[in-house]
Structures are given as structure tokens and as C-alpha cells.
């Protein structure tokens, strides 16, 4: 367990950089994570959100009076839903206590993979592989998300690297590299759906690996719903391994 707890402090310290950094707004403390609100974001679902408080579940310093805190903001602002990412840690029995009687509902879970970087596939497609450095190429791609605004603010900076894969010059494929003290982060894969199923995420996520090796990483993560089938073979076929899941508490408001 205390492996797991580890890895979620490297998580915690990774993901602490890359909001703090491609925020659109100033993220907000909260006992040992942040949050972030975005009064344009609406969305019942957490993968479509901006309104979510990240809970590290690494330091042993989350409060009761720290969740109340960070809902009574949401409320304030008239956001309709709220989601606690909650990580495994010594708090967590007691994160789910205060969630739950919070009136707080567990509907969805990410799954966190690892990969060590050690071994990596060799992978043969179609596409073309490679770093996208101008906006311009990124919007003809990459989907509506939280994601396309972060990578956006963030393209060309010092440990962001955005791999696309192109056909015949038309980028069809996006995948994301962050790279913080030592460990990667896998982030915004997407496919278009008329060129799936044809070797394009498996390359773009064995391109993002050796560039995370080559750079010194010794750990890569990556997170999906568990839901998404094909995003969770994908990344197993690369090498990535279950490590834990983080649950994810949402907060329905009366607005």
C-alpha cells in the first residue's frame, strides 16, 4: 500500500504543476490539492469539467472545514456540479465519510496506469508521427475539452510535448506529453473516428514513451474512465499497468 501511496504523491505533485499552469483561471488551495472553477462549465460529467477539486490523498492534511470551504464556493457561483477527485491515502475512509454526508454521490472512477519505461513496444502504421508546434495544426484536431484549452496555453513549454499523427498531411491523431521532476504524464488522446483502429494511438503513445525515457523519467502516468474500453487496451497494449483508481465524488447543486 505504501507503493501506491507514493505513486499517488508523484501523481499529486504532477498534477499540482500542469493545473497551476494551464489553468484559465488561478486555481485555489485546498489542504494538500487545488481547485479549480470555471463559471462557463456546466457539464454533469467530470471528464467534461473544469469545476473539480483534486484531491491528492498523499499529505495527510485534508479537513472537513476544507471540503465545506471549496463546495460553499461552487455554491456561491452558481455551479451546477462539482466533482472531488479523490486519490488512495491515509485520508481516505475519511474523504468518503465527509463526501457521502455531504450529500456527495461515487458515479464514476478514474483508472491510473503506470509504465516504468522500460520496455516499449516497437509499433508500425500509416501515419506519420510527429510534434505539433503551432496552434493552427492543434485546432484541426484536437476535440472540444478542458484539455484543448490547457494544451493550448501550454504548447512549445518547457516539458509540453504534443505529438500528432498525420495522413497525408491532415492531422488525425493528437496525443499529450507533460514532463515534471521526473515523471510524464499521458494526456488527450484522441483519434478522429474515421481513422481509428489503425495503429494511430499506439504509436503516439510509443513516440510520447521513448521522448519520456530519453528526457530521464522514470515513471509515466496516464488516467481513464473505466468505461472507456479501448482507451484501457490501448494503453496496456503500450506497456501501462493498473496502479489504483481514483474516485471520483460528484455534488449536484440546487441552482
Known amino acids: 500500500m505504501r507503493e501506491v501511496f507514493q505513486l499517488a504523491y508523484r501523481l499529486g505533485e504532477l498534477q499540482r504543476w500542469l493545473t497551476k499552469a494551464g489553468s484559465p483561471v488561478a486555481p485555489r488551495d485546498f489542504d494538500d490539492g487545488i481547485y479549480t472553477v470555471d463559471m462557463s462549465s456546466s457539464s454533469e460529467w467530470p471528464s467534461q469539467s ?3 477539486i483534486e ?3 498523499s499529505r495527510s492534511e485534508a479537513t472537513e472545514a476544507g471540503l465545506d470551504h471549496a463546495l460553499e464556493n461552487y455554491r456561491e457561483d452558481g455551479i451546477p456540479y462539482a466533482f472531488l477527485f479523490a486519490t488512495p491515502g491515509d485520508q481516505e475512509a475519511e474523504i468518503a465519510r465527509w463526501s457521502h454526508a ?3 454521490v461515487a458515479r464514476v472512477h478514474l ?5 516504468r519505461l522500460g520496455k516499449i513496444p516497437e509499433t508500425e502504421c500509416e501515419f506519420r508521427i510527429a510534434e505539433i508546434l503551432d496552434v ?3 485546432r484541426k484536431i484536437s476535440p472540444v475539452s478542458h484539455w484543448t484549452a490547457t494544451t493550448e496555453r501550454l504548447l512549445n ?3 509540453v510535448h504534443v505529438f500528432g499523427a498525420f495522413h497525408q498531411d491532415e492531422a488525425v491523431g493528437i496525443g499529450n506529453l507533460y514532463l515534471h521532476e521526473g515523471a510524464a504524464y499521458f494526456g488527450g488522446g484522441f483519434v478522429k473516428e474515421a481513422f481509428r483502429r489503425r495503429g494511430g494511438q499506439s504509436a503516439l503513445l510509443s513516440a510520447r514513451l521513448r521522448l519520456a525515457r530519453a528526457a530521464g523519467a ?6 481513464t474512465y473505466g468505461f472507456l474500453k479501448s482507451s484501457l487496451t490501448n494503453l496496456e497494449r503500450a506497456g501501462f499497468q493498473h496502479a489504483f483508481d481514483r474516485k471520483i465524488w460528484t455534488k449536484a447543486f440546487a441552482v
Do not use: I, Y
Open 55 to 57: 484531491q491528492f490523498g
Open 218 to 223: 522514470d515513471v509515466a502516468f496516464s488516467e
Open 136 to 138: 493552427t495544426t492543434l
Open 111 to 115: 483508472d491510473v496506469l503506470v509504465h
Open 102 to 104: 455531504r450529500g456527495m
Open 157 to 159: 513549454s518547457p516539458g
Open 50 to 52: 473544469r469545476n473539480r
